[in-house]
């Protein structure tokens, strides 16, 4: 079922909330249009929620749509660049995804808002050394989450396996099959906590865990919520897991199969933000909407079980809101939490400027080695297995094409697209368009030979 037809059952399921959804909009009612890497019970509290706050704001209706942009967080900004490119400004808002907005800032393709002072002032500018929102006002993180593992019980138990432990757990060889992994260059969570490894463990060592992590997954998945999903059916015994979608499917049936560890000292919190978009159609109503999802009106939805006066109406959330006043306010009603986001020390080790440098490249090289290559990665996995893992040939399967500082180059020469500026003469966007279509080029083919080089040393690594 799409998004659309989810969301209209959905909202029907709710009764009368305003206009949103995919219903017909009243006659005269404002619009917003908004790309979303939520799930569609979040983007269905957020409607009827918002919807009711602007008309008592306002005096106005507002149908606010969200088509579907495909996938996840990577994908959504793959989706914005195109659109972008081809000069096609008909969305208002990108509504999570996480460090995309970061990369989507440095195109040029966010406009600042600054957020009423009474409601700036009440949010921490950093969570756990995380900025919260961007200091020119290009995003704002509505939500905090943290990044782990998922596993289950059972299934570590009927298969004589070791406690999950850290992101290590996911690359022994005793988890052939078991594991669950995701397409980095569809989820923007997934690549996140890849990311997550690579700069816990350092560039070279990080990279051999994803490799060794990949050859043991049981498939890959374009999806984060995939993994928990499968992994409460007994399909997989653990994978890389966003924390809201653990809790959540730990509420759900099999749930009491499940745990979830974020690793000390090897994961970060992350702000997941809300931003307007250049040449947004509707910039005054999606104004309204970043203040909402600000204010505690918006961020109670989160913080608050459903039902709950205040809270979303249908959809427990789970999520860790960034403003204290969420918790503080909400007279003991607001859920339990698995961690005081407030409380939690900085990652001294990540680097978020690194992460925006390479996150376009790191998630194209990483669907080309782990993900197309499966297969072949799979077969020459298990032959070093039975061969006793000789230190060599692991060297040798794991070790990066790209070293670190030329990933650092790439994302910024190849992977970095070419955009007219406002107002350039049609002779400079003639020649920009020429360096773009190059510069495309240029990106096709490297990841060509990435594949067939990395195809070939699994093969003959296999034999």
């Known amino acids: 079922m799409n998004r659309v037809l989810v969301l209209a059952a959905a909202l029907a ?3 009368p909330v305003g206009c949103g959804g995919g219903g017909e909009a009243p006659a005269g009612a404002d619009a917003l249009v908004i ?11 957020f409607t009827g929620a918002f919807t ?5 704001e306002t005096g106005r209706d507002v149908k606010v749509s969200w088509p579907d942009p495909g996938g996840g967080g990577s994908f959504m900004l793959k989706r914005l660049e195109d659109k972008f490119r081809a000069g096609r400004f008909d969305v208002d808002l990108a509504f999570g995804g996480g460090a995309i907005f970061d990369r989507m800032r440095q195109l040029g393709m966010l406009e600042p808002y600054r957020l009423p002072e009474a409601v700036l002032s009440a949010i921490p500018p950093r969570i756990a050394g995380q900025p919260v929102y961007d200091p020119e006002g290009h995003w704002y993180g509505v939500a905090v989450s943290t990044f782990g593992l998922i596993y289950n019980k059972t299934v570590l138990a009927d298969k004589g396996l070791p406690e999950v432990k850290d992101w290590e757990s996911l690359a022994d060889p005793r988890f052939l099959g078991l594991v669950g992994a995701g397409d980095a260059s569809k989820s923007g969570s997934v690549r996140k906590a890849y990311e997550i490894v690579l700069q816990a463990y350092g560039y070279e ?4 865990i994803l490799v060794r992590t990949a050859a043991n997954a049981r498939e890959f998945y374009s999806t984060s919520s995939d993994i928990p999903r499968n992994c409460a059916k007994g399909f997989l015994a653990a994978g890389p897991c966003i924390d809201f979608y653990a809790f959540r499917q730990m509420r759900s049936e099999g749930g009491e199969r499940l745990g979830f560890v974020a690793p000390s000292g090897l994961t970060v919190i992350n702000a997941d933000p809300v931003a307007i978009l250049k040449n947004a159609p509707h910039r005054a109503v999606a104004e309204k909407f970043v203040e909402f999802v600000m204010r505690p009106e918006g961020q109670r939805l989160w913080t608050l079980p459903a039902g709950a006066p205040g809270g979303p109406r249908k959809f427990t959330l789970e999520r860790l809101a960034v403003l204290p006043a969420a918790y503080r306010d909400a007279g003991g009603r607001a859920l339990p939490t698995h961690l005081d986001p407030f409380a939690v020390k900085p990652a001294d080790f990540y680097d ?9 490249v790191l998630a194209d090289y990483l669907r080309v080695a782990l993900v197309e290559n499966h297969e072949a990665l ?3 996995w298990k032959a070093l297995i039975e061969a006793g893992l000789p230190a060599d040939r692991l060297a040798e399967l794991t070790r990066p094409l790209v070293s670190g500082e030329e990933m650092l180059r ?12 406002d107002g350039a003469s049609a002779e400079e966007k003639d020649r920009l368009t020429r360096q773009e279509e190059a510069r495309q080029r240029r990106q096709s083919d490297l990841q060509t030979q990435w594949s067939t080089t990395l195809r070939k040393r699994y093969l003959d690594l296999a034999k």
Not at 52 to 56: G, L, S, T, V
Not at 205 to 208: A, E, L
Not at 352 to 360: D, I, L, M, S
Not at 410 to 421: I, K, Q
């Open 13 to 15: 399921a709710l009764g």
């Open 205 to 208: 060592k990080g990279m051999s």
């Open 35 to 45: 790309y979303s890497a939520h799930s569609d019970e979040t983007i269905t509290e």
């Open 52 to 56: 009711a706050w602007y008309r008592q």
């Open 352 to 360: 978020g400027e690194k992460e925006n440098a390479r996150q376009t």
């Open 378 to 380: 799979r077969r020459a």
């Open 410 to 421: 790439l994302g910024r020469e190849v992977w970095s697209p070419v955009l007219a500026a």
